[in-house]
C-alpha cells in the first residue's frame, strides 16, 4: 500500500510555522489551526510523520527517530522560503518540535507547544496504564491497544461527532488510527526519554496551550515543560478545551495567541541575524 501524503503547505511571509501532528494522527488535525496561523500573514507547513496516515502496520515498522526525521526534513523544505521558523506541534508533536529545537537551536527560532504530551495521565486513562511499561517484558504487553475512547480529546460535541464520523470512515490519513499500539507507545517513551535532559538547552522562546481539563494528558505535563525548559516560556491555561485543542472550542484563543507569539519573535529577531543566516545558506549552496 502507498501511504497518501496529507502534508500541506499555505504560502505566506518569510517567517514560517512549522506544524506537526500528534502520534497515530494526521496533518488535517491541524488544517483549522494552520488556516487560522496563515491569515496572520506567515507560510504554514503541516507535515507528515513517517508511518502515519497509512495501515497500522507501517506506522508500527517505524521507530521515534524517524518521526523526527520528518520533522527535520520539513524544516529544511520550508527554509527554503522562509528567514525565520517557528515550529509547533499537537501532543507528541509537541515534544517533536521541542526536540528539533534542542538539536537546530540555530534553525528553530520559537516553539509553539500545543497540549505537549510527555505522559499519558488525563482523566479517561486508566490508572494502572503506567503498569504497562513495567511489565513491557511480557508477551501479552506487547500486543496491548490502548483504544480511543470518549470524548476522543475534544469537548465540543459537534466537532466531536464529526470526528466520530471520520474515525468511521476507516481512513487513518483523515482520522487518525482508533487505537494506539503499545509498540507505538513505546517509541514514544524512548522520545520522551530522550527529551528530557534536553530541555534545560532549549533557550529560544516557547508558547504553551494546555487544556484545564485535558483528558489524555494533565497539566501536569505543561508545568514540567515550564519548570524545566532553558529560555522564557509563555503559558496558556484553556478552560473550555480537551486535548485536540486545535479543533475544540477555543481553537481561535489557541491560534489568535500563537500569531502573536510568532509576531513578537518576528519583531525581535535581529536584522543582522537574518541577513547572517541568508548568506550562510548561499554558502552551503
Known amino acids: 500500500m502507498t501511504t497518501k501524503d496529507r502534508s500541506f503547505t499555505i504560502p505566506g511571509s518569510r517567517t514560517g510555522f512549522l506544524l506537526v501532528h500528534g502520534l497515530g494522527g494526521t496533518p488535517l488535525e491541524l488544517r483549522m489551526a494552520a488556516k487560522g496561523i496563515a491569515s496572520g500573514g506567515f507560510t504554514v507547513h503541516c507535515c507528515q510523520l513517517a508511518g502515519h496516515c497509512g495501515t497500522e502496520e507501517e506506522l508500527l515498522a517505524t521507530t521515534w527517530q524517524e518521526w523526527y526525521a520528518s520533522v527535520e526534513t520539513a524544516l529544511a523544505k520550508l527554509e527554503a522560503v522562509c528567514d525565520t521558523v517557528i515550529v509547533g506541534g499537537l501532543s507528541i508533536g509537541a515534544i517533536l518540535a521541542l526536540r528539533l529545537a534542542a538539536m537546530q537551536p540555530e534553525r528553530v527560532h520559537g516553539v509553539a507547544c500545543f497540549a505537549p504530551t ?24 506487547k500486543r496491548y491497544r490502548f483504544p480511543e475512547r470518549e470524548p476522543y480529546g475534544v469537548k465540543d460535541e459537534r466537532m466531536r461527532a464529526f470526528v466520530l464520523k471520520s474515525m468511521s470512515g476507516g481512513d487513518s490519513g483523515v482520522a487518525g488510527h482508533p487505537s494506539t499500539h503499545a509498540l507505538s507507545l513505546y517509541q514514544f517513551w524512548k522520545l520522551v526519554d530522550d527529551i528530557k535532559p534536553k530541555l534545560k538547552a532549549i533557550k529560544r522562546p516557547v508558547f504553551i496551550a494546555h487544556p484545564r481539563e485535558d483528558d489524555l494528558a494533565s497539566l501536569k505535563n505543561a508545568f514540567y515543560l515550564q519548570k524545566h525548559l532553558g529560555g522564557l516560556v509563555e503559558m496558556l491555561v484553556l478552560d473550555d478545551s480537551y486535548h485536540i485543542v486545535t479543533i475544540d472550542r477555543q481553537w481561535k484563543t489557541v491560534v489568535d495567541r500563537a500569531v502573536k507569539f510568532a509576531q513578537g519573535i518576528e519583531q525581535h529577531r535581529p536584522r543582522a541575524e537574518i541577513a547572517e543566516n541568508k548568506t550562510s545558506a548561499i554558502a552551503a549552496e
Open 118 to 141: 510527555l505522559w499519558y495521565d488525563g482523566w479517561t486513562i486508566p490508572k494502572n496504564q503506567f503498569l504497562l511499561r513495567w511489565l513491557w517484558f511480557l508477551p501479552p504487553a
